[in-house]
T-cell receptor, first 112, second 111 residues
Framework: EAQVTQNPRYLITVTGKKLTVTCSQN?????MSWYRQDPGLGLRQIYYSMNVEVTDKGDVPEGYKVSRKEKRNFPLILESPSPNQTSLYFC???????????FGPGTRLTVT | RKEVEQDPGPFNVPEGATVAFNCTYS??????FFWYRQDCRKEPKLLMSVYSSGNEDGRFTAQLNRASQYISLLIRDSKLSDSATYLCVVNVYSSASKIIFGSGTRLSIRP
């Protein structure tokens, strides 16, 4: 089944404790993105990747890192999480720049 | 001004009604357009792409007006299961991968 998977689905952590949210797609898509969704603010892009080893900042990259060492994986790293990073996070992939995106199921992160 | 604007709603309509949403975009370099639906706390799912010639998928019809820079979604014979938030999404031609989401329109179908 073609899909985007994310893990973990739910995470409660404390300020400053490094964490990684994994994202994987099995559709051989070139593009992958990370978004966060907050009430009243909609979906905002954090980082995106156009291919292996090619990543760039989105609209809200502060406090996040990403890497794209393999085409299928695009982990999101929070080196020192803070409470303002409490949010619902979605990973997405698409086959080309102007194509539709496919989203993972989301990761609900709470930082206390 | 937001780059993609949608009426936030909520739209509350009876089952069987026809409902229409509009979405306006400001960037003339916009290249591709989509409607997604999102259920509460779930991931957005593609409803349909939007083409200049207009396209239809069952009860759903999407239109694109490049001259006026808006896209629309029409839902006919609405079902209870159509209750969701509908997101307008625009891909902009640029050196970067710029995807802009509207803030969504909430639709509630009542029996």
């Amino acid at each position: 089944e073609a899909q985007v998977t994310q893990n973990p689905r739910y995470l409660i952590t404390v300020t400053g404790k490094k964490l990684t949210v994994t994202c994987s797609q099995n559709m051989n898509h070139e593009y992958m993105s990370w978004y966060r969704q907050d009430p009243g603010l909609g979906l905002r892009q954090i980082y995106y990747s156009m291919n292996v080893e090619v990543t760039d900042k989105g609209d809200v990259p502060e406090g996040y890192k990403v890497s794209r060492k393999e085409k299928r994986n695009f982990p999101l790293i929070l080196e020192s999480p803070s409470p303002n990073q409490t949010s619902l996070y979605f990973c997405a992939s698409r086959p080309g720049q102007f194509y539709e995106q496919y989203f993972g199921p989301g990761t609900r992160l709470t930082v206390t | 001004r937001k780059e993609v604007e949608q009426d936030p709603g909520p739209f509350n309509v009876p089952e069987g009604a026809t409902v229409a949403f509009n979405c306006t975009y400001s960037n003339s370099a916009s290249q591709s357009f989509f409607w997604y639906r999102q259920d509460c706390r779930k991931e957005p799912k593609l409803l349909m792409s939007v083409y200049s010639s207009g396209n239809e998928d069952g009860r759903f019809t999407a239109q694109l007006n490049r001259a006026s820079q808006y896209i629309s979604l029409l839902i006919r014979d609405s079902k209870l299961s159509d209750s969701a938030t509908y997101l307008c999404v625009v891909n902009v031609y640029s050196s970067a991968s710029k995807i802009i989401f509207g803030s969504g329109t909430r639709l509630s179908i009542r029996p």
